[in-house]
Structures are given as C-alpha cells and as structure tokens.
C-alpha cells in the first residue's frame, strides 16, 4: 500500500522544499547569493543526520525480540502518531505565517553575522522534517512492510519537483488547501496508528484495560486458506487498515482512543476553521465600510 507513505512523504517533503525555497528566495531578493552555499550545506548535513536517525532506529528494532519487541513496535508508532499530530496542528495554524517567520529568523543578528548561522537554520529546519519522516517511515515498515518505500520515493520526488518549480516561480499552488485537505487524511491514518500502537502494548501484556475483543467481523478463511476481501488481512480489509488502522476484532481500548482522537482533533480544526472564516469576514466587512463610507 503506497498511498499513505506517499502523502505522508509529500507533506513531509513539501514543507522541507518550501523551507529551503523560502530561504533561497529571500536571499536571492536581498542580494545576498552569495550566502546560498550555506542554506545548502545545512541541508545537506540534515538530509544525512536524518537518514542516520533511521538507520538508528532500525538498527534497535532488529535487536528486539518476543515482547519487547511489541513494546518497540507500539512505542514506536504511537510516538509517530504523536507528531504526526503535531505537524498537522502547526501547519494548520501558522501555514499563512510560515514565509514570515523563516525570514524573521534568516534577518536575524546571527544571520547576518554568519554564514554559518544560516546553515545552522536550515539545518535545524529541515532535519526536524527529516527525524518525523524517518519516525513515520519506520512506523509505516512496521505497519505495511519494505513495499512503504516505493511510496516514499515517490512522495519526496513529487516534493522535490514542486519545490523547485515554487523557488523557479514557475508552479503556483495553494499550499494551504494542499496542507488543510491532506490534513483530513493524515488525521484519519493517525487514529489508526494510535490504536495499532495500543494493540501491539496489548500484545506485549500492557494497557490490558476493559475486554480485549469487543467485536469480530472478520469472516473466517476461504476453502484455500486465503483471507476473504473484508477480512482485515484482505484485499478491501487490508486496504482500509493501511489507510484508517480498520481492525475486524479490536480491543475495547483501541475503540476508545480511536474514537477520541478522531473526535478531539476534528473539533479543534472545526473550531480554528471557524475563527479563520469569523476574522475573514470581519475583514471583509471592515474592507467594505472603508470603500463605502457614506452608506
């Protein structure tokens, strides 16, 4: 299943492009191109500090065995879970502010004093989107397999062509549509991460709190042996727990936290949506007294 590594990936991807198009855009407005040696080598160093972080965590989830690997497996991906959360809430809430604020700390005193404050910048910039997507990465491994990575690829490509295209000045896209509509999907697979976290605690013997199975609907086998479509482990089944974390017998914790999570986080988007459309339409009339005093 590669769609959601791809759209995790194209996220991921698009706010580290859009960084280093920010940083090389403003440099090329203030004359300064002579410092885009710096934003690179930041760059560069992060992409390799990242991939060592996912040779890291790779390297201790094979160490695991038995139990405690449950526990890797399930801290694992509720951690991912966690920030997958947390870059969606950031990009919902400061995606209209980020061109400022990447500035405001590129004009900096250490900025200005320093090329190397400036690869520092990019470097801290985009190895933090670098640990997340490692972390997903590996989370993903652990959910679907190695067959992740083609999605992977593809979303960093797709990504990197985009970023170029908005440094050139040749590609024009809504990035907050982009960010606010992946947003909806990302939400719905971090619910599902969060209680296949919780199953694989439960399957080391932790969390064991109200019944273990509060439904099965997963049909039984076919005559073949093989897994029937709506079967979790089937084609449709498997599809749906790739994409939302659907699970045919889940324990009662995984119901809850699942549900809670869904709930919580579409509610805080409804609720900072509103405020978005309430000030633009304040602005909007305010705009319209200003163009029509007299009326």
Do not use: C
Request: charged share 15%; no cysteine.
């Amino acid at each position: 299943m590669i769609i959601t590594p791809t759209i995790i990936s194209l996220r991921e991807g698009i706010e580290a492009a859009l960084i280093i198009a920010i940083m090389l855009s403003y440099l090329r407005k203030t004359n300064q191109l002579n410092l885009r040696k710096y934003v690179l080598y930041g760059t560069i160093v992060a992409i390799i500090a990242s991939l060592g972080v996912a040779v890291v965590v790779g390297l201790l989830w094979g160490i695991f065995e038995g139990s405690m690997l449950n526990v890797f497996e399930g801290v694992v991906v509720l951690i991912a879970a966690i920030l997958l959360t947390t870059m969606i809430v950031w990009m919902w809430n400061a995606g209209a502010r980020v061109t400022q604020e990447i500035e405001d700390s590129m004009d900096s005193s250490v900025v200005k004093q320093s090329g190397i404050g400036l690869a520092l910048l990019s470097f801290s910039l985009v190895f933090r989107e670098g640990v997340e997507l490692s972390l997903f990465s590996m989370a993903l491994f652990i959910q679907d397999g190695i067959q992740i990575y083609i999605g992977i690829a593809l979303g960093l490509s797709i990504a990197v062509v985009l970023g170029i295209g908005i440094y050139k000045g040749s590609l024009r896209i809504s990035i907050g549509s982009l960010f606010k509509w992946t947003s909806i999907f990302l939400i719905l697979f971090a619910a599902g991460m969060i209680a296949y976290g919780i199953h694989e605690l439960q399957e080391a013997g932790l969390l064991l709190i109200g019944p273990i199975e509060v439904w099965n609907i997963n049909p039984p086998l076919l005559s073949d042996g093989s897994y029937p479509l709506l079967h979790d482990k089937g084609a449709i089944g498997g599809l749906a727990k790739a994409l939302f974390g659907y699970n045919g017998n889940p324990s009662a914790l995984e119901v809850v936290a699942y549900a809670v999570y869904l709930a919580v986080a579409f509610s805080y988007l409804w609720v900072k949506q509103k405020g978005v459309n309430s000030t633009k339409a304040k602005k909007t009339t305010k705009d319209t007294l200003a163009t029509y005093p007299n009326q």
